[in-house]
């Protein structure tokens, strides 16, 4: 009986995951992402991808292995300066982020689906065989290749890393920032408080009660001449 209950809460708690699903390396690469990183705290359905992929093995895998690259700083330092983190971050002041997290508290396929990985054997068996993993290996023999030292000590002058250094002195980063500031969307359901659209009526309450001229006819079309 609790083999059938627990094959039951594995098939919803999948079903529940079909709408939003990760592989391990794009996880990987949203928890380094600081724009995008905060997505799984946003959306209930990104939090079970994000804990199903946080019990595999793979997702620490991938991530050693862009922590051993340089180029993963340079784009965690260039989206810190974008003006996407501001838009990533806003939505906490989001209601409807709030509406989501309390619509799922009442969803029971949302703890199935935290719990699943828990519940699933294969997880584990991920667990025992990672210290055989070819890709375990090959992230150990790196401390052994030669190149990994050679892309740190020319990583000061990669033009991407120049390029970002030389980001603080470009006037259209802060033009973006002030426009994404601007942007009602960017606030998401208190951006249409921020809208001047939202308050056309209440600027000019009598516009509703003055009738518009209807649109002038069109033209008749002049006839041809005959030849």
């Known amino acids: 009986m609790k083999l059938t209950t627990i094959a039951a809460a594995l098939a919803v708690a999948a079903l529940s995951q079909s709408a939003f699903s990760a592989t391990p390396e794009e ?7 600081p724009a995008k990183m905060v997505q799984p705290v946003q ?4 939090a079970v991808a994000a ?5 595999d093995p793979a997702t620490y895998i991938a ?3 862009m922590a051993m690259n ?34 799922a508290s009442l969803d029971p396929n949302f703890y199935l689906g935290m719990m699943a990985p828990m519940l699933n054997p294969n997880m584990y068996m991920k667990w025992l065989g990672a210290p055989l993993d070819p890709r375990v290996w090959n992230m150990m023999l790196q401390g052994l290749n030669p190149n990994l030292y050679l892309n740190w000590a020319v990583a000061p002058m990669a033009p991407a890393n120049l390029n970002l ?9 802060y033009g973006q920032w002030a426009a994404a500031a601007a942007d009602p969307k960017t606030y998401g359901t208190w951006g249409a408080f921020l809208n001047p659209a939202t308050y056309g009526t209440m600027a000019n309450p009598f516009a509703a009660f003055v009738p518009q001229a209807p649109a002038a006819p069109a033209a008749p079309a002049a006839p041809a001449k005959a030849k």
Do not use: R
Not at 165 to 172: E, K, Q, T, Y
């Open 43 to 46: 959306d209930p359905k990104a």
């Open 165 to 173: 250094m030389m980001a603080p002195l470009n006037p259209n980063l």
């Open 63 to 65: 991530m050693t292995q």
């Open 51 to 55: 804990m199903t992929n946080l019990m």
């Open 27 to 33: 996880t990987a690469a949203q928890l380094l992402d």
């Open 70 to 103: 340089p180029a993963t700083y340079t784009k965690m330092a260039q989206s810190g300066i974008s003006p996407d983190i501001l838009k990533a971050y806003m939505g906490f002041l989001d209601p409807a982020m709030y509406t989501k997290w309390l619509a």
